[in-house]
C-alpha cells in the first residue's frame, strides 16, 4: 500500500524554527519528485515547495522562500521541511505529497501552529 | 502574480451534471498547465480524483471526468450523488517548478 506519514509539527513561538519529516512507503521513492502542500485552518490549498527525485532541483512558493529548505534522503525513503522564522502566517495542517502530475498520493498531515 | 481562478460555490440537484472550471487571471490553461482536480471533506485529507487533465486517479468512479473547456480546465460530475458534497480544488503548473492552487469550489448536493 502506497503510504505517506508526516511527522514533527507541533507549537512553536513566532520566530522559531521545526523540522517535518514525510516516511514514505509502498513505492519506489527514489523515482518520484515531492512536494509540501499546506492549508491554515478553514482556508483553501497551497503549495509550499518540490524537491526533484534526485534533488538536483527544488521550489519554493514566493511566502516561505528565504525561511524554508526542502530536502530528502532517498536512502530513508523520507521527504523533510525545515522551516525557519516562522511567523503566525505560517500556521496550517502541511502535506506531504508525492509528484502531482504522475496522480499526487496525499500524506494525512500534520499541524503546525505558530503562536505566542 | 497568476491568481487560479475557481467557482467559490456551486450547487446541484442529486443525478444532475455540474462542471466546475478552474481558470487563470491572465491568460489561457492547457494541457501544458498538467491541471489536477482533488476533493476534500471535512477533516480529511484531499483526494486526487483527476491528474494530467484526463486521468482519472485509482478507485475514482467514471462519472467523474477532466477536460480542458475554452481556456480552463473542467471538472464534470455526471449524475451527482449526495456523497458528492465536498470540497473541490484544482492546481496549476506554472513552469519554473511552480504549482498554484486555486481557491476551491464548495459542491453543494440538494
Known amino acids: 500500500e502506497v503510504q505517506l506519514v508526516e511527522s514533527g509539527g507541533g507549537l512553536v513561538k513566532p520566530g522559531g524554527s521545526l523540522r517535518l519529516s514525510c516516511a514514505a512507503s509502498g513505492f519506489t521513492f527514489s523515482t518520484y519528485s515531492m512536494n509540501w502542500v499546506r492549508q491554515a485552518p478553514g482556508k483553501g490549498l497551497e503549495w509550499v515547495s518540490s524537491i526533484s527525485s534526485s534533488s538536483n532541483y527544488n521550489y519554493y512558493a514566493d511566502s516561505v522562500k528565504g525561511r524554508f529548505t526542502i530536502s530528502r534522503d532517498n536512502a530513508k525513503n523520507s521527504l523533510y521541511l525545515q522551516m525557519n522564522s516562522l511567523r503566525a502566517e505560517d500556521t496550517a495542517v502541511y502535506y506531504c505529497?508525492?509528484?502531482?502530475?504522475?496522480?499526487?498520493?496525499w500524506g494525512q498531515g500534520t499541524l503546525v501552529t505558530v503562536s505566542s | 502574480q497568476t491568481v487560479v481562478t475557481q467557482e467559490p460555490s456551486f450547487s446541484v440537484s442529486p443525478g444532475e451534471t455540474v462542471t466546475l472550471t478552474c481558470g487563470l487571471s491572465?491568460?489561457?490553461?492547457?494541457?501544458?498547465?498538467?491541471p489536477s482536480w482533488y476533493q476534500q471533506t471535512p477533516g480529511q485529507p484531499p483526494r486526487t480524483l483527476i491528474y494530467n487533465t484526463n486521468t482519472r486517479s485509482s478507485g475514482v468512479p467514471d462519472r467523474f471526468s477532466g477536460s480542458i473547456l475554452g481556456n480552463k480546465a473542467a471538472l464534470t460530475i455526471t449524475g451527482a450523488q449526495a456523497d458528492d458534497e465536498s470540497d473541490y480544488y484544482c492546481?496549476?503548473?506554472?513552469?519554473?517548478?511552480?504549482?498554484?492552487f486555486g481557491g476551491g469550489t464548495k459542491l453543494t448536493v440538494l
Open positions: 492546481v496549476l503548473y506554472m513552469g519554473s517548478g511552480i504549482w498554484v
Open positions: 505529497v508525492r509528484e502531482m502530475v504522475r496522480g499526487g498520493i
Open positions: 491572465s491568460g489561457s490553461v492547457s494541457t501544458s498547465s498538467y
